[in-house]
């Protein structure tokens, strides 16, 4: 009989020592402009979606992302594109989802069919859709190009408030139903005393050095929310050649703003626009931010990234640099329940894809490729590995592994064709070494006799099975 290996199991504690390759979080595609809502114990993010290869920001949808425990994030799919507005022509940009009384209301910026830019809103029952146009018409249209960004906060008199701007900072008062506003839309005065400065700086790296001391400038990206009876208005500013994330503070939601000055500023984002969110999860305050670091990315392939970072004792934002590690995992995952394979903390070489008997699962998945998952935590011990997958061809090889992409192999399956690359089959596979603890689990695709281009399968989900 073939004798079984034995993991030592490591605890979480060990492993949270251990630094991580983290940021950015989503590799399976672009996602800029990140934009975080809490709800019910998870954490989502809305994005935008670069597509890459052109010179300028070309998007034209918006994707959903949730994660419970901050490093596992799962791919919601494409909830709203620009397809979703009949009015909207081009450039699928800044958005922002917020919940109230139970629905959930995303508002967009978008170019219109007059060739402006606009504001619209789109309203679900669920945080991750379906969504659809509220009003059928944009919610802000003036006929600007400053129409972009939008932020929405509901105080807590229940007052919602919309911001948005570039260059030029505006915003109204939301009624209740929140896809409506009363009074006219305000635009609040670029001033030294709110935003650091009143122009960009200037070329040359002497006179950029000097003006880094104090010039500053409200761009685009604001982002407003309350602290301790505090109102912060964090925003995209201008640090020499590229955007900085600063930010004013006001003891009421509609200002005046006074400058607090630069969090995050001459960072090697590889990006010239950084447009971040700040929000508290679990009692941890994390800043969310795009750069263009993936492979082949710059300022028009842009992906979200998130620090963790601690207010100073006057409510103060300390300065935020960039790393790559990223946030520690607030929890472990259940790996004897059914987890969604796009479900992940890291992964090269697959990408994702959705239709309307599967939802998202994993697609385009190449030989050499992998998916990490975080801080799985085996307890006593599994038995048996489970894997839903779809295969037009054969050939493809999952493999199992844990802590290394070349780490201990716990699993081979061997998938063959199942009718179809979205007919999706569920394959076993006894465990070949004994795991307990707390690991993380790499599924590594590798292929048998298979050019390295050829997509090998699908992947929809997996499980577990306890040891008896
Ligand atoms: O993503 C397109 C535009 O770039 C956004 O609307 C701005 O905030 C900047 O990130």
């Excluded at 492993?15 to 975080?36: E, G, K, R, Y």
């Excluded at 103060?316 to 995992?329: F, H």
Aim: glycine residues 10%.
């Amino acid at each position: 009989m073939k004798k079984i290996k034995i993991i030592i199991g490591l605890t979480l504690c060990c492993l949270s020592a251990i630094i991580f390759a983290q940021n950015p979080v989503i590799q399976t595609h672009f996602s800029p402009d990140p934009a975080p809502m809490v709800y019910k114990d998870k954490m989502y993010v809305y994005t935008g979606d670069d597509i890459p290869g052109f010179d300028f920001y070309y998007m034209t949808k918006w994707r959903v992302h949730s994660s419970e425990d901050m490093v596992n994030w799962t791919d919601h799919g494409v909830p709203i594109s620009l397809e979703s507005f009949s009015w909207a022509r081009d450039r699928a940009w800044a958005a922002q989802c917020i919940q109230r009384d139970g629905k959930f209301y995303w508002y967009i910026c978008a170019q219109t069919v007059n060739n402006d830019m606009a504001i619209g809103v789109a309203v679900s029952d669920s945080p991750t859709g379906p969504f659809k146009d509220a009003l059928g018409k944009p919610l802000i249209t003036t006929g600007s190009w400053d129409n972009i960004d939008p932020t929405v906060f509901i105080d807590d008199d229940g007052q919602a408030y919309l911001y948005w701007g570039n260059s030029h900072l505006f915003y109204v008062k939301l009624n209740k139903d929140m896809v409506s506003y009363e009074g006219k839309i305000t635009e609040i005065p670029q001033s030294v005393e709110s935003f650091g400065g009143l122009r960009r700086p200037g070329k040359s790296d002497e006179v950029l050095q000097k003006q880094e001391q104090f010039e500053d400038v409200f761009v685009e990206g604001p982002w407003l929310y309350k602290r301790n009876k505090q109102y912060y208005l964090m925003y995209a500013g201008m640090t020499g050649r590229t955007e900085c994330l600063s930010y004013a503070t006001s003891p009421s939601p509609t200002g005046p703003w006074e400058y607090q000055g630069k969090i995050m500023t001459n960072q090697p984002t590889n990006s010239f626009t950084n447009h971040g969110g700040i929000i508290d999860f679990k009692g941890k305050s994390y800043l969310f931010y795009h750069t263009g670091l993936l492979p082949g990315a710059g300022s028009y392939g842009r992906s979200t990234a998130i620090e963790e970072f601690k207010y100073n004792s006057d409510g103060s934002i300390p300065k935020i640099t960039i790393t790559k590690e990223g946030v520690n995992a607030l929890g472990t995952l259940n790996p004897y329940q059914r987890n969604e394979a796009e479900t992940m903390a890291w992964s090269e070489k697959c990408s994702t894809a959705e239709n309307k008997k599967t939802g998202v699962f994993i697609s385009d998945i190449r030989v050499g490729g992998y998916i990490k998952v975080r801080a799985v935590d085996f307890g006593k011990g599994a038995s048996e590995f489970a894997a839903s997958v779809g295969a037009g061809l054969d050939g493809g090889i999952l493999e199992v592994r844990i802590d290394k992409v070349d780490g201990h192999k716990l699993a081979e399956i061997e998938v063959q064709r199942t009718g179809g690359w979205e007919e999706f089959k569920t394959l076993t596979s006894k465990l070949a070494e004994y795991v307990s603890g707390v690991h993380d689990v790499y599924f590594v695709f590798k292929g048998k006799n298979i050019t390295a281009g050829r997509k090998l399968f699908n992947f929809d989900h997996w499980r577990f099975q306890k040891i008896k």
